[in-house]
């Protein structure tokens, strides 16, 4: 069973920036795709970030310029580097990551971290 764990949410001020980091329990190198989603209240989950284990990133068109997706193998981990955050950003961030095997698609979540952008 794999297990995502994301850290590094919390409350920052409009414009602040905030690391998100998620570690995965086995190689990174595992899975087709990883990526950052992120749901507000209210709202479907959506899609923030998303990097392939071939490094190919892809981010929504909200955050592009702002949020950073990288991938550290040594330590089975992918970060979300957000900057200049808005108050539009707040949402549970969640990370996930996608392995094909045998012509199946295989989808893991983590249990979600906060996002608070507000003064």
């Known amino acids: 069973q794999v297990q995502l764990v994301e850290s590094g949410g919390g409350l920052v001020q409009p414009g602040g920036s905030l690391r998100l980091s998620c570690a995965a329990s086995r190689s990174i190198f595992t899975f087709n795709t990883m990526g950052w989603y992120r749901q507000a209240p209210g709202k479907e989950r959506e899609l923030v970030a998303s990097i392939t284990s071939g490094g190919d990133t892809h981010y929504a068109d909200s955050v592009k310029g702002r949020f950073t997706i990288s991938s550290a193998n040594a330590k089975n981990t992918v970060d979300l580097q957000m900057y200049s955050l808005k108050p539009e950003d707040t949402a549970v961030y969640y990370c996930?990551?996608?392995?094909?095997?045998?012509?199946?698609?295989?989808?893991?979540w983590g249990q979600g971290t906060q996002v608070t952008v507000s003064s």
């Open positions: 996930n990551a996608r392995t094909i095997l045998i012509g199946r698609e295989y989808s893991y």
